[in-house]
């Protein structure tokens, strides 16, 4: 147990925010409808299923010699179905990240993580370590939407609330006192890219799901390369404000084609330039 206080989960916005600015983080209460979050639990199990048995699974979260990995990582989901497209665009959580990072943001990538028993504790890390430590603002936002219950005991994401002031990132293998994110399912644990954070250890027999929405300012390179990994038939089912945050819209001087205008969105080319005579 930790004497370490994190702030209330609260549906208010405004509430959120202040938590947000003051701890680094905010719980914000139920995040998920009901409907949304029955369809992403059932999605969630079918693709880590479907990813083992086709052998095309990714794991971690064990021994350094990667001899027992335990957990389960899902990529790309945005590819994996309708329900994470629409919450990716979730207009509560949006704002929330936009008061962190200001108008301008993309989607740096979409991920499951998976923590089943067995699993060891990640290593303390802060979303933005590669960026400069002196960078005084979150570049970067995570947030966790709880898709299970995250506890204490089922590896619940550790967090250090008001890290994100030190001014500094943990050194590899650093330990400092933790708490652990708990909510009940539906709940979205939204934190500045600066805070010290890591899975926590599934000490149960149940798994845990946290579903992923990593956002990042418009001139961070995004960390999935969704401009190669989209797949060409996702594309028509994305919403123009979908492909904005996937970086397929100018934005400035940034992600042109040929010199386009900031604004326009583009969709993968089918003719391209080349060399004339
Ligand atoms: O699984 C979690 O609770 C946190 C995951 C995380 O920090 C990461 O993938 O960088």
């Known amino acids: 147990m930790t004497d370490i206080a994190l702030p209330p989960i609260t549906t208010d916005l405004a509430e959120a925010k202040r938590h947000l600015n003051e701890f680094g983080l905010c719980r ?3 995040a998920l409808t009901s409907d ?4 992403v639990r059932s999605r969630l199990e079918v693709q880590a299923n479907a990813e083992v048995r086709e052998g095309c ?3 971690d979260g064990g021994s350094p010699d990667g001899r027992s990995a335990p957990n389960q990582r899902i990529w790309n989901l945005i590819n994996k179905g309708e329900v994470f497209r629409e919450i990716a665009c979730a207009s509560h959580s949006l704002e929330l990240v936009k008061h962190m990072l200001g108008p301008d943001i993309l989607l740096s990538s ?3 993580n998976i923590a089943r028993d067995g699993g060891v504790p990640m290593a303390l890390h802060s979303d933005q370590n590669y960026i400069p430590v002196t960078t005084p603002y979150p570049a970067v936002v995570d947030i966790a939407w709880m898709v299970t219950d995250f506890t204490d005991d089922n590896g619940g994401t550790r967090v250090v609330p008001g890290s994100h002031k030190w001014g500094r990132y943990p050194n590899p293998g650093e330990q400092v006192e933790t708490v652990a994110a708990t909510g009940p399912a539906g709940t979205a644990l939204i934190f500045d890219g600066r805070l010290w954070h890591g899975t926590g250890a599934n000490k149960t027999n149940a798994p845990r799901y946290g579903l992923f929405t990593y956002y990042c300012r418009a001139f961070i390179r995004q960390q999935e390369n969704f401009s190669l990994s989209l797949s060409p038939d996702v594309i028509p ?4 404000e979908l492909l904005a945050l996937l970086g397929f819209q100018v ?3 940034l992600g042109m084609i040929e010199g386009t205008y900031h604004g326009t969105t ?4 089918t003719t391209f330039s080349r060399e004339l005579s």
């Open 28 to 30: 914000l209460g139920d």
């Open 36 to 39: 949304q979050l029955d369809a």
């Open 57 to 59: 699974s990714y794991h």
């Open 110 to 112: 979409m991920t499951c």
């Open 237 to 240: 089912l994305c919403s123009q």
């Open 251 to 253: 934005w400035h001087t």
């Open 266 to 269: 583009h969709t993968r080319p």
